[in-house]
C-alpha cells in the first residue's frame, strides 16, 4: 500500500499570503495519479486538482498543483477566506489512498 | 445540475448489517466507475469499495473485504453499498463518489453529502 505523508499538520497563515503544501507517497506515483481535495467542516471533499497538476472545472487559478514520483505540492498563491480548511492528497495509481490532510487555519 | 445523494445511514449494533443507497443525477451514470469513501469522526478519508461502470468488476481493501459488498442498478441510477457484519470501527460518514473520467485510474470528481454510520450496542 502507498501511504501518502502530508507536511505540515497545521499551516498558520494570514490571508493573502502564499500556502505550500506537501505530499509525499512512500512509493513512486506511476503516471502522476495525485489528486488534491479541499474539505470544510460537515461538507464532502472537493476536487481540485487531478494528474497532479490540472485543475478540475471551476478551481480558480490561485490553485496550483506540481511534482512527480515521490515528491508533490499544491499552492495556493494568494489566500481568500473561503480557502481555509483541510486539504488532502490522493493517489489512484495503486489501489486508492490519501494522505493524513493538512489544515490551514487563519493566523 | 451533477449530483449524488447518499441514503440509508442510521444506528446499528455490531454484527449486524446495513445497506446503503446513492442515487446520481445530471449525468449519464452508466459509463462511469463509482467509489464508496468513509471519513470516522475527526479522521482523514478512507477508500472503501470501487464498482466498474458496468457492476462486473469490483473492489475493496482489506479492512472491508468478505464484509462489503457493492453494486448498482443502471435502470435506476443507483449505488449501492451492503454492509455486513459491522464492527464499532466502521462507524464514519459514507461517501458516494463518482470517477472523474470512468475508469479506474481516476480522481473523484463528484461526492455527496454523506450518510453516518454509527456501529454501538
Known amino acids: 500500500e502507498i501511504v501518502l505523508t502530508q507536511s505540515p499538520g497545521t499551516l498558520s497563515l494570514s490571508p493573502g499570503e502564499r500556502a505550500t503544501l506537501s505530499c509525499r507517497p512512500s512509493?513512486?506515483?506511476?503516471?502522476?495519479?495525485l489528486a488534491w481535495y479541499q474539505q470544510k467542516p460537515g461538507q464532502a471533499p472537493r476536487l481540485l486538482i487531478y494528474?497532479?497538476?490540472s485543475r478540475a472545472t471551476g478551481i480558480p487559478d490561485r490553485f496550483s498543483g506540481s511534482g512527480s514520483g515521490t515528491d508533490f505540492t499544491l499552492t495556493i498563491s494568494r489566500l481568500e477566506p473561503e480557502d481555509f480548511a483541510v486539504y488532502y492528497c490522493?493517489?489512484?495509481?495503486?489501489?486508492?489512498?490519501f494522505g493524513q490532510g493538512t489544515k490551514l487555519e487563519i493566523k | 445540475q451533477v449530483q449524488l445523494m447518499e441514503s440509508g445511514g442510521g444506528v446499528v449494533q455490531p454484527g449486524r448489517s446495513l445497506r446503503l443507497s446513492c442515487t446520481a443525477s445530471?449525468?449519464?451514470?452508466?459509463?462511469?466507475?463509482m467509489h464508496w469513501v468513509r471519513q470516522a469522526p475527526g479522521k482523514g478519508l478512507e477508500w472503501v469499495a470501487l464498482?466498474?461502470?458496468?457492476?462486473?468488476?469490483?473492489y475493496f481493501p482489506d479492512s472491508v473485504k468478505g464484509r462489503f459488498t457493492i453494486s448498482r442498478d443502471n435502470s435506476k441510477n443507483t449505488l449501492f453499498l451492503q454492509m455486513n457484519s459491522l464492527r464499532v470501527e466502521d462507524t464514519a460518514v459514507y461517501y458516494c463518489?463518482?470517477?472523474?473520467?470512468?475508469?479506474?485510474?481516476?480522481?473523484?470528481?463528484?461526492w455527496g453529502p454523506g450518510t453516518v454510520v454509527t456501529v454501538s450496542s
Open positions: 445530471g449525468f449519464t451514470f452508466n459509463i462511469y466507475a
Open positions: 490522493q493517489q489512484y495509481g495503486s489501489s486508492y489512498t
Open positions: 512509493q513512486t506515483v506511476s503516471s502522476n495519479y
Open positions: 463518489a463518482k470517477s472523474a473520467k470512468g475508469s479506474y485510474r481516476d480522481a473523484f470528481d463528484i
Open positions: 464498482i466498474s461502470y458496468d457492476g462486473i468488476n469490483k
Open positions: 494528474g497532479a497538476s
